[in-house]
């Protein structure tokens, strides 16, 4: 309007003047900020210490081995304790130390008194390399290492032949040996004349070892025998054995004129039965010597290859643990020498002997002088 003055508004200003912040108070901030990351870094840190105790927990354990000094690529084999007619009662054991004599790996049989077993608890089982391995995967272990395979010059065909045959005497003919040596004490103790203190590692008295292997072994084998549900078991043995000879034939080994695995398996089976002590009745035994006389010399042929003139060093009175390794001689010179050694000692103390004597005598002689002496002395006077 015409008359009025002009009012300017004023001009507020909105901005508000920020505190001014000390130097602590800056520094304050900056580790607050700083703050959080360290908390992400060290969260971060124990996530991957606790993947890594997880991961340690989870990770198998090696089993720790027997034998702490071992020489590389050398076998250790622990197994079961010899008997006088044959180096172990086990088809599984004489499988795998006939292996390694076959092909000349070097071993040592361990001797623990029947102390060990595998961490499975099971028997056989090698130590190699510092290593243990047990179970089906020894063979295949050491037929891998060494380079060693007794089926390699097999057709495929042939392989599958052998594959059903061999499980074929591990199931019906393995068990049916079981059978027999459990149905009574005797058929195992007596048909391979086994001393039980000694088989067992034990110096417990007679009568309680003979409960121990009677109630405990002998029954943990026919609850195993039961579980496998096999009817007429002795027959089925008898029809595989028949089944074998007539494959065998006349040929010299299952396959041709070269051993193969299944001639390994079918002698460390069969010679669980050959090798009884003659006058105990075994049914299967007089079966396959009288049926399948094919079968017995295959036994014997794989015998003789794989163990020769060791068999009887491990079996009969000696028992052998390691007739492969041999002994060292017994220094004959060391003897002699200690024998002359005391010859001499002997000589130096009898003169020792006969000095004093004489010295006593010398001393006698004195005084006897010097009484003269006095005497003669006591007439001058």
């Known amino acids: 309007m ?3 003055t002009a009012v300017e508004t004023p001009v507020v200003d909105t901005k508000i003047d920020e505190p001014v912040k000390t130097d602590k108070e800056i520094i304050a901030d900056e580790e607050n900020v700083v703050q959080p990351e360290n908390d992400e870094v060290e969260s971060e840190k124990k996530d991957e210490e606790k993947t ?15 034998t702490k000094v071992w020489e590389e690529d050398k076998v250790y084999l622990y197994q079961s304790s010899r008997t006088p007619q044959i180096p172990s009662i086990s088809p599984q054991e004489l499988k795998l130390e006939s292996w390694l004599k076959l092909h000349g790996i070097p071993y040592e049989n361990v001797d623990h008194k029947a102390k060990l077993s595998s961490k499975k608890g099971s028997l056989p089982f090698i130590e190699l390399n510092g290593e243990e391995v047990t179970d089906t995967a020894t063979l295949h272990t050491l037929a891998d290492k060494f380079g060693k395979d007794m089926s390699a010059h097999l057709s495929q065909e042939q392989k599958n032949v052998e594959h059903a045959m061999m499980k074929m005497v591990e199931y019906h003919i393995y068990w049916a040996i079981m059978h027999w040596r459990t149905s009574h004490v005797d058929n ?4 391979y004349k086994i001393h039980l203190p000694t088989f067992l590692g034990s110096k417990a008295p007679m009568g309680l070892l003979n409960l121990h292997f009677k109630f405990n072994i002998c029954k943990k084998v026919k609850k ?18 028949e089944v074998l000879s007539a494959m065998l034939g006349e040929k010299e080994f299952m396959f041709g004129d070269q051993p193969a695995m299944l001639d ?20 299967l035994r007089d079966f396959l010597q009288e049926s399948c006389k094919n079968l017995v010399e295959l036994v014997n042929k794989m015998k003789d290859r794989c163990w020769a003139d060791h068999w009887e060093l491990a079996t009969g009175e000696k028992m052998e643990h390691n007739p492969h390794i041999p002994k060292p ?25 006969k000095e004093p004597e004489s010295a006593k005598e010398e001393n006698v002689a004195e005084v006897k002088e010097e009484s003269s002496e006095k005497k003669d002395a006591e007439k001058g006077v």
């Open 188 to 191: 195992t103790l007596k048909a």
């Open 264 to 283: 390994l398996v079918v002698y460390s089976h069969l010679a669980q039965l050959i090798m009884v002590e003659a006058e105990h009745t075994c049914p």
């Open 329 to 353: 001689e017994p220094v004959v010179e060391d003897k002699e020498e200690n024998k002359e050694e005391v010859k001499e000692g002997e000589k130096d103390e009898k003169v020792e002997e």
């Open 52 to 66: 890594e105790e997880t991961k340690k927990v989870l990770a198998p354990k090696k089993p720790t081995i027997h």
């Open 224 to 241: 195993q025998l039961k579980s496998q549900g096999l009817d007429n078991i002795e027959q089925l043995g008898k029809n595989d054995l």
């Open 2 to 4: 015409v008359g009025e």
